[in-house]
């Protein structure tokens, strides 16, 4: 399989998962603006996973953009990483109509952990086909740092939402803002 092929394929499941997170917003039964205010758990939590998807699909570009030939490896991590993130509706859909309940909150938090293991998987299975690239392997570090605080911020989360879930919500968002702009190491050592 080439490249572009793993590419096209993984843009396309990305797509239809931010898809099916809006098509399960409903809208309100009035045209008031009170109306939406019940919505407003459903929207957020909407506007976290979109966040979350749309960051993946980024770091997911520039660490494909290092793979020189795509291996079985690495199409079996990719798709770990797109299985864990095809389940991300489902946990956005029940924490935003749940009004972000702990037993919610924490499936989001496991799910979201599963997702940044598989990404890691991922990136460990792509930088063994760049073993001679010592720039990218120190941009890979830095991503792996990286992971370790998600790792961590994920983990922390879970025994968290048993005491507040605003504060596991505050460690999504810590991470989000962590990741929202992919590592520009990556690219500077594909140039070189």
């Known amino acids: 399989m080439n490249k572009s092929r793993l590419e096209a394929f993984s843009d396309g499941v990305i797509a239809i998962i931010i ?3 809006v098509l399960e917003i409903k809208a309100p039964p009035s045209a008031e603006w009170s109306a939406l205010k019940p919505l407003l758990p459903t929207l957020y939590s909407y506007f976290l996973s979109f966040l979350f998807i749309g960051i993946y699909w ?3 570009h ?3 953009h290092t793979v020189k030939s795509v291996n079985s490896g690495i199409i ?3 798709l770990n990483l797109l299985f864990w993130l095809s389940l991300i509706p489902i946990a956005t859909g029940w924490m935003g109509q749940n009004h972000f309940a702990t037993n919610t909150v924490i499936v ?3 799910l979201l952990l599963l997702s940044g293991v598989a990404f890691t998987i991922l990136q460990f ?5 760049n073993i001679s690239n010592e720039k990218l392997a120190d941009a890979f570090a830095g ?3 990286k992971a370790f605080v998600s790792t961590s911020c994920y983990l922390a989360s879970i025994p968290l939402a048993f005491v507040n879930t605003t504060v596991s919500g505050l460690l999504f968002l810590a991470v989000a803002i962590m990741w929202l702009v992919p590592d520009k190491n990556i690219e500077k050592a594909m140039k070189d």
């Open 76 to 78: 079996w991590a990719n």
């Open 62 to 64: 520039h660490l494909l």
């Open 143 to 145: 991503l792996r740092v």
């Open 19 to 21: 898809t099916i997170m």
């Open 125 to 129: 299975t792509i930088q063994k086909t």
């Open 58 to 60: 980024g770091n997911h």
């Open 108 to 110: 989001y938090a496991v």
